[in-house]
């Protein structure tokens, strides 16, 4: 079993490093450090530069939402980051969310290795591309591989930033962040429910995980994501 004196102490460890200009705290990761599962999002977003938890605000309560339809919610999981910090952007005059660079990411990758190495999990949820693409390698696309179980491979930018990769060697799956789901909300509609279906599905694939089973590898699907 994890340790969660080891998790708080890692999340003590963020603290010692300088604040990036315009961000009001870090945002560690938060759940079950027994989880059979870790999702993993890119960066905190606003609002939880303002709440401290990750996943807050609408794409938080989306989540919720989604699991709810499967029956999980956010205590049976461990949710993280792969930066441990909002990162922004001035876009006339306001700040909004951006994607974090290659250089951030590596910055706290001691810290997510730290987190999987303590919980051991079996599976791994990465929320978006920027995050599956850095456990998978830059060939993976949400719209053609989301949803599937993939193994990490040596060539991935996770194993080349740290030198060694999660164990017991958890299986990955990507998917499409809350957020995204938002978007097509607004932008076109006609694409919102098949889309949020499909995640539904996607997330019973990982109750399943959670309730024992082993996450069955999907490499010869060709299925498209309908998004």
Not at 41 to 66: F, I, K, R, V, W
Not at 168 to 175: A, D, F, R, S
Not at 194 to 211: G, P, T
Not at 215 to 221: A, N, S, V, W
């Amino acid at each position: 079993m994890a340790n969660f004196d080891d998790i708080a102490k890692i999340n003590e460890d963020l603290k010692i490093l300088p604040l990036p200009e315009g961000v009001n705290k870090f945002v560690p990761g938060a759940g079950d450090v027994d989880s059979r599962v870790v999702f993993i999002g890119h960066s905190p977003s606003s609002a939880d530069n303002d709440t401290g938890n990750p996943y807050t605000g609408p794409a938080g309560d989306l989540l919720d939402e989604l699991m709810s339809e499967v029956d999980m919610k956010r205590s049976d999981i461990y949710l993280t980051n792969l930066v441990k910090v909002w990162t922004w952007k001035d876009e006339r005059g306001q700040k909004v969310n951006r994607t974090p660079t290659v250089k951030e990411i590596k910055a706290y990758l001691p810290y997510l290795q730290r987190e999987l190495e303590t919980i051991k999990p079996v599976a791994l949820v990465c929320l978006g591309g920027t995050a599956a693409q850095f456990f998978l390698g830059k060939d993976f696309k949400i719209t053609s591989d989301g949803g599937k179980w993939f193994e990490i491979p040596e060539t991935s930018p996770y194993f080349k930033a740290g030198g060694r990769l999660p164990e017991p060697n958890p299986k990955v799956m990507g998917m499409a962040q809350p957020s995204y789901l938002i978007h097509l909300q607004e932008n076109t509609p006609e694409s919102y429910q098949r889309a949020r279906n499909f995640l539904i599905d996607s997330l019973r694939d990982v109750k399943k995980v959670l309730e024992g089973e082993e996450p069955g590898l999907q490499e010869d699907e060709e299925d498209q994501v309908p998004f």
